[in-house]
């Protein structure tokens, strides 16, 4: 538990005075009312006449061979929101950016222009490239400077689902709509059971009060306590997500997680669902599910058939805390609707889908890590935090407020205190168990071809306990166990979600020579120092 | 850097008068559980785990999670030594105790029963005729109060009303 309070910092100066959203029935503290956060607000275009920047198209679905180039531009757009215009960002004029799909094992170039104005990169989100293209200003790259431009190689081992997206002031940058999806297709034509159809959902959330965005902090993020999270969900970039199939249609969703903050709860109304594939892969089984739960950053591949003609909602239900009354309370989002025609879909996919496949071939993979699913933890880190500087109201209610943590925070209950917390006053921190060492101090190194236990523990009793989706770059890691009990259905990850006092012991596969990030993908948190590198030594 | 202590001190205090003393809460996935007068020497605890889900986190449709129910009990008596019982059984209540759902029988040692999703619960053992009673009769033996039980209410709390007193 750190907390010195001898250095507060506050700045009532700030023209940061944008009233915050607040849950129903949720009062702002007295002793909060009127302080700003210590930082100057920043949104994108610097007060540009918005008339004069172009509008954002729908993201394009752009196929791409093996040594193909394709020039990508992140730069300013309009978009309307709910009626209102707000200048943002996006690729290629695209949000989401356009969607890259290409055969497993190709290997693109990709001439990135920042034509924003913040330095900026490409990360490409979970696919185990060449460590010169990974796009981390500091480790494998400077900053893009705004008006100049970087050249990616990309190659794509793994089929899936992947998405690129700044590693600079990701708070800002990707909030603001600089994100898309990388399709791999596997040269198996039944790589997944068969479907009518397939859709790539990229689901974030903007958070607007009245008809204006909030503020981001331009020295440093702002909402650093849990992360931003917006009040209107959007998918692929709008508020009210449609699509129209027809009776029994089968649809392959590739689900992407983009938000800064926010882990949804997914399902559609009642109709049936089963899990394909995750980040790196397939599952070893797919699985029946009533709902998906989706961390930021992580993919799942579902399918879904829509066997009734009607209106079928794309629902995020989760439990909200009331902090005010120390209750639950149900909190339901609708993110768009599936509209489903009487006609018959065609073919009929209704058996295949009723059936559960066993991938042998990954499990067959999978076996080949099973001697050291036992082995004991090469490496252990302990995610917790430090502060400094908050404000008095917010330390002393974080200070009795500790009886109990909920394991996964699924909406902001107190956005005030969060947005008054900045990273001048909040490191979250990665702390290694064995040196002592924390965040960027830490420097692992281990052999190319090893495979590496490591074993993270979310300390419950931090200033303030919380989830964190932790993502490690380049490589492919199996969550083998949550909490002592094994995993009975294995996939390989590239991001992870660790509840509040969980323990998890994860493999993994260093198979990808270079020096390689390993950080908790909630934005904030990451612009918080919540980050480590792992050499990966050839 | 430590915490002033008088900020400390409040939450400890109300933990200790809830848990019991010498009790404390360690995380959000444990239950302490307290004797009843009938087995005062008997002790246990309760760990919620995960329930298998493909997403790790395992939560129903409307997002409450779902987790195991893992008991370990020590010092219980035989069941007969209470009168004409032969199981120990656990249940897990809602917190108006209007809704009993049994978990399945435990005994002295580690035991896997069944799975919850309420939000808060209270977890009870009661002695019980048999090990598969449709509802419960027996004494209470011991019980516990789900982690999320300890949720704060700040309703009356003058630090929202900017109230000194």
């Not at chain 1, 209750?327 to 559960?356: I, K, R």
Request: aromatic share 8%; glycine share 8%.
């Amino acid at each position: 538990m750190q907390h010195d309070m001898s250095d507060m910092v506050m700045d009532s100066d700030s023209t940061m005075s944008m009233p915050i959203p607040m849950p129903p029935g949720m009062v702002m503290l007295p002793g909060l009312v009127g302080l700003l956060p210590p930082v100057a607000p920043f949104l994108p275009g610097g007060g540009v006449d918005p008339t004069t920047v172009p509008l954002a198209v729908p993201s394009r679905i752009t196929p791409l061979a093996d040594g193909d180039t394709l020039d990508l531009t992140a730069g300013l757009l309009r978009r309307v929101i709910r009626g209102n215009s707000f200048v943002m960002y996006g690729f290629n004029g695209q949000v989401p950016g356009p969607l890259i799909r290409v055969p497993q094992n190709a290997t693109i170039t990709v001439r990135f222009h920042n034509r924003i104005d913040l330095p900026s990169t490409v990360h490409w989100h979970g696919v185990r490239l060449d460590n010169g293209s990974d796009g981390v200003p500091g480790v494998t790259q400077d900053p893009v400077e705004p008006g100049d431009s970087f050249t990616y190689t990309v190659h794509f081992p793994d089929a899936g689902i992947y998405w690129y997206h700044p590693h600079v002031r990701e708070d800002i940058e990707q909030a603001m709509g600089l994100y898309g999806n990388m399709l791999v297709d596997s040269p198996d034509p039944a790589y997944y059971s068969p479907a009518n159809s397939e859709q790539a959902l990229m689901l974030s959330d903007l958070l607007i009060h009245a008809d204006t965005l909030i503020p981001f902090g331009l020295e440093s993020p702002d909402f650093v306590l849990m992360g931003r999270v917006g009040n209107v969900p959007l998918v692929n970039g709008e508020p009210g997500y449609e699509l129209h199939v027809t009776r029994g249609e089968v649809v392959r969703f590739h689900l992407t997680n983009v938000a800064s903050s926010r882990t949804w709860n997914l399902s559609f109304g009642d109709a049936p669902m089963k899990v394909l594939a995750s980040d790196v892969s397939r599952f070893e089984r797919e699985a029946r599910v009533a709902s998906v739960v989706l961390a930021p950053a992580e993919r799942y591949v579902i399918e879904t058939r829509f066997d009734r003609p009607g209106r079928v909602p794309l629902l995020n239900r989760v439990q909200a805390i009331d902090h005010y009354m120390g209750e639950f309370v149900a909190h339901v989002d609708t993110l768009g609707w599936v509209t489903v025609d009487s006609a018959a879909a065609a073919p009929d996919y209704a058996a295949a889908f009723d059936s559960l496949r066993v991938n042998g071939t990954v499990s067959a993979d999978i076996e080949r890590f099973r001697p050291w699913f036992d082995k004991a933890p090469d490496k252990r880190i302990t995610l917790t935090v430090a502060t400094t500087a908050l404000p008095l109201a917010t330390v002393q209610f974080m200070s009795i407020d500790t009886a109990y943590f909920h394991p996964v925070e699924w909406v902001d209950g107190m956005p005030e205190m969060n947005w008054l917390s900045t990273g001048k006053q909040v490191r979250w921190i990665l702390r290694d168990d064995d040196s002592g060492l924390e965040n960027e101090a830490i420097d692992w190194h281990v052999k190319h071809g090893s495979v590496v236990k490591l074993r993270i523990f979310n300390d419950p009793k931090s200033f303030h306990p919380m989830q964190h989706p932790i993502h490690l770059h380049g490589q492919r890691m199996l969550v083998v166990s949550r909490d002592g009990v094994a995993t009975a259905n294995l996939v390989w990850k590239d991001t992870v979600l660790i509840p509040v006092g969980s323990t998890v012991d994860l493999l993994i596969d260093a198979s990808n020579v270079g020096a390689w990030m390993l950080h908790c993908h909630i934005a904030e948190h990451l612009g918080a120092g919540m980050m480590l590198t792992m050499h990966v030594d050839g | 850097m430590q915490r002033p202590r008088h900020l400390v001190l409040a939450p400890c205090l109300l933990v200790t008068l809830l848990v019991g003393a010498g009790t404390a809460v360690s995380g959000p996935f444990d239950i302490p559980l307290l004797p009843g007068p009938k087995v005062p020497t008997a002790e246990g605890e309760a760990r919620l785990l995960f329930a298998s889900s493909p997403f790790g986190v395992a939560v129903t449709v409307d997002g409450r999670h779902r987790y195991d129910i893992r008991i370990a009990l020590s010092g219980l008596p035989d069941p007969t030594s209470l009168g004409a019982y032969h199981a120990y059984v656990a249940w897990e209540v809602s917190t108006d105790l209007a809704d009993w759902h049994r978990l399945g029988a435990v005994q002295n040692g580690t035991t896997t029963v069944g799975q919850t999703s309420r939000n808060k619960f209270l977890l009870v053992i009661t002695a019980e005729p048999d090990s598969m009673p449709s509802d419960h009769s027996g004494p209470t033996v011991m019980h516990g109060t789900s982690p999320s039980g300890w949720l704060q209410t700040f309703m009356t709390h003058p630090m929202f009303r900017g109230i000194s007193q």
